[in-house]
């Protein structure tokens, strides 16, 4: 019996993850990888919508995949690739491209959001049409479910409508997915600045924990944290981010609930609580760590298990390609 098929994808463009991306992302697709015949990928083209520098770029697609190999994603059983090996996506992309309205594109909040800063004018053409890319890397999989933030959410909408337009245009060709929201509850915030999430682009260096940081840079950070002057830990998000924040973490790492945390640091100091996050953190990072550089230090491995799971890949997306190319007359 097959599994149902799942598409995840992320972008290369840190050196290295966060432990945001670990709780929202990667811990999620490691448990879904074992129900799902899972796909994820690498997400080289999107990269490029924006500036990129090439060695950095080349460096960062690398280590994403190492990452994702070194915190459990297993490539002997899932497909993980890197999107600019297989072809086909730039060539689906380009069929949705002209089955797309120019209007119901620039309703696309993320570009919005994205072009904001220099204005519409200096985005580039690919920032705008990165939808139909992303509709394209989920509809050559057949994909059945698409794991996403809720950010994503119009993004997949929209791959749902182009799949069901084609299919009335052209005839049954492709799946229409469903839209699975990922768990909110996993929501990581800065250490520094607790009222936002922990992200790549955050203000202060401090605030962040990279999946690739050091024992002592990890341990350093959590012991600087924000938290406030009253002394209590407890859980409350809005009155205590800082300490509800490390109570958070501690509960993701430990698997203990947040209301056994609190109990336990009953009458103790935040010392206490930042000391157990800290020896979590470490625990949970330092093997993944160990494993990425093992991995990125033996280049020829990491590129055999890359092309391996790129073939696999591209025997899916070219079946799909060669339905779609005989279907709009090709
Ligand atoms: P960033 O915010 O650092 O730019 P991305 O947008 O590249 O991160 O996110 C990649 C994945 O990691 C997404 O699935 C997103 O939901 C998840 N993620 C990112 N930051 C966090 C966070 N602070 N807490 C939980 N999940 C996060
Ligand atoms: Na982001």
Not at 139 to 165: M, S
Not at 264 to 290: E, N
Request: with cysteine; proline share 4%; hydrophobic share 45%.
């Amino acid at each position: 019996m097959s599994l149902p098929r799942l598409f995840s994808g992320m972008q290369p463009s840190a050196a290295s993850l966060h432990l945001g991306n670990y709780a929202g992302a990667l811990l999620q697709w490691r448990e879904l990888q074992t129900t799902h015949d899972a796909v994820f990928c690498v997400v080289d083209l999107h990269a490029i919508t924006v500036p990129q520098d090439p060695a950095a770029l080349r460096e960062q697609t690398r280590r994403t995949a190492a990452q994702y190999i070194a915190a459990g994603i297993d490539p002997e059983h899932s497909t993980l690739f890197v999107q600019s090996h297989v072809s086909a996506h730039a060539q689906l992309a380009w069929v949705l491209n002209t089955i797309t309205g120019f209007g119901e594109a620039s309703r696309m909040t993320q570009f919005k959001d994205k072009s904001s800063k220099g204005g519409v004018d200096a985005a580039s053409v690919g920032l705008f049409t990165y939808p139909m890319l992303q509709a394209a890397d989920i509809l050559l999989y057949d994909a059945a479910i698409v794991p996403v933030g809720e950010d994503q959410r119009q993004h997949i909408e929209l791959t749902r409508d182009l799949a069901a337009r084609f299919n009335s245009r052209f005839g049954d060709t492709l799946v229409v997915p469903e839209v699975s929201i990922l768990k909110e509850t996993a929501k990581i915030y800065d250490l520094q600045n607790p009222g936002s999430k922990m992200s790549k682009s955050g203000e202060s260096p401090a605030g962040i924990l990279w999946l690739l940081d050091e024992d002592a840079a990890l341990v350093k950070k959590v012991k600087s944290a924000v938290t406030d002057s009253d002394g209590v830990v407890a859980y409350d998000p809005a009155g205590k981010p800082g300490v509800s924040n490390l109570l958070s973490i501690l509960s993701l790492l430990t698997g203990e609930t947040v209301e056994a945390l609190v109990a336990s640091f009953a009458g103790l100091q935040y010392g206490a609580l930042k000391g157990a996050v800290a020896d979590a953190v470490v625990a949970a990072f330092a093997p993944i760590r160990t494993r990425t550089l093992e991995l990125l230090d033996d280049p020829a491995e990491l590129d055999r298990l890359l092309a391996l799971n790129a073939g696999r890949a591209e025997e899916i997306a070219e079946a799909t390609l060669t339905r779609v190319y005989d279907a709009v007359g090709f």
